[in-house]
């Protein structure tokens, strides 16, 4: 994949800070948005605000999305300063009720920007600070005033997410998995949908590398997915030369090896469960920031099987079997079944680094990201570039 990110996101961005992301689910389970985490790695860090908004422009250029700096000088700068685009910014209570912040709050609204309120003032707000924020965000159990807009955060786990949504949540902040798939007790067999089986087989076929009629007429048993992989090849993310125009001109473009990489994209995404759009939603974002994060490994071929092992990381939920019986099915890299089956193998502590970053766990980032020696800056970049192409292909 030929990098297209913007020139702001070229470089080593916040060393001081520890970026964490994850999705706005609503009722339908559909993406509503992105909330983008900046925790400060030391109390005194004074992060680069110039830089904090060029890269934010350069990842979301038309906004929209929930920004949540923590720690009170961060905030405070955000809240001065905010993007050019309109951004939904979470802003504690105890900062909304701060008189000393009341102007640059009231400002907000008149530029544009809307306000997420994390918690629940001790007295009602001035109306101009009021004014900003339409939802509030609370624990989920935590009670909230009757006709407030609740959006529950920090939620992990599918059950947890049905469980805010029955409490009257109208939107969830969090992810659906917490750990490997586990399939309840007495649990039904679950089946493969056709569409993702005609994957799983193409998956197959290039890897015994059959010809591409072979390969042409398996892909015709769903012309659907035929348009999908033709999408996904001629998106900007992808970078090629020119527009691909059928199944076999992508082989000629890509080669087997890398057409293997789009069919894992494609498995990842052609589920018709809406339940599991936030699953898609992390398994790309993690193949895309695997990648990122192996961009300085000089081997091609390492780096696209980094992207496969991110991409693949939340199989399991999706097609609801743990990753030693799935990939008996589908053939990956032996340091991807690594990774996934046995918790071991070069490409397990990206893996974990990434899995921090979605916490959005200080802690865990910090040690994750000091055993491979990468620093926040650089780990900073690589989030927002893949954040970005992300973006670009969905």
Not at 63 to 83: C, D, F, M, T, W
Not at 232 to 253: C, D, K, Q, T
Request: some cysteine; proline content about 7%.
């Amino acid at each position: 994949m030929s990098d297209n990110t913007p020139d702001a996101l070229d470089h080593a961005i916040l060393p001081g800070v520890a970026l964490g992301y994850a999705p706005v689910i609503d009722r339908q389970r559909n993406i509503a948005g992105t909330r983008l985490t900046l925790v400060p790695l030391r109390a005194d860090a004074k992060p680069d605000h110039a830089e904090l908004l060029a890269a934010l422009s350069a990842t979301w250029p038309k906004g929209g999305e929930v920004i949540s700096a923590q720690g009170e000088a961060l905030l405070a700068a955000l809240l001065a300063q905010p993007p050019a685009e309109p951004t939904q910014i979470e802003v504690p209570a105890f900062i909304a009720a701060d008189p000393a912040h009341a102007d640059a709050i009231a400002a907000l609204k008149a530029a544009g920007h809307t306000g997420l309120l994390k918690g629940l003032p001790n007295a009602p707000l001035p109306a101009n600070v009021a004014a900003l924020f339409k939802q509030v965000v609370l624990e989920p159990g935590q009670a909230a005033p009757a006709g407030v807009a609740v959006v529950h955060a920090g939620v992990r786990g599918a059950d947890a997410i049905d469980a805010s949504f029955k409490a009257g949540a109208a939107t969830v902040i969090g992810w659906p998995m917490d750990g490997a798939f586990e399939a309840a007790a007495g649990a039904p067999k679950t089946e493969i949908a056709a569409d993702l089986q005609v994957i799983m087989e193409l998956i197959s076929r290039v890897d015994e590398g059959e010809d591409v009629e072979r390969l042409e007429q398996t892909l015709k048993r769903d012309p659907s997915l035929a348009f999908k992989l033709l999408r996904y090849m001629n998106s900007a993310a992808f970078g090629l030369p020119v527009e691909v125009s059928s199944f076999r001109h992508a082989i000629m473009l890509l080669g087997y090896a890398r057409l293997k990489r789009w069919l894992a994209l494609l498995l990842t995404t052609a589920s018709k469960d809406h339940s599991m759009r936030p699953i898609m939603f992390g398994a790309v974002r993690r193949g895309l920031l695997m990648e990122e994060l192996a961009a300085g490994i000089e081997d091609r071929e390492q780096r696209d099987e980094m992207f496969i092992c991110g991409l693949f990381s939340l199989l399991d939920h999706m097609l609801k079997q743990p990753f030693e019986k799935l990939l008996q099915s589908i053939p990956v890299p032996e340091r991807v079944r690594q990774a996934l089956v046995d918790e071991s193998g070069p490409f397990l502590p990206y893996l974990q680094l990434v899995q921090a970053i979605e916490s959005e766990s200080v802690f865990d980032y910090r040690e994750r990201a000091d055993a491979l020696m990468i620093g926040a800056g650089e780990v900073n970049a690589c989030v927002l570039r893949a954040l970005h192409k992300a973006a670009q292909l969905e």
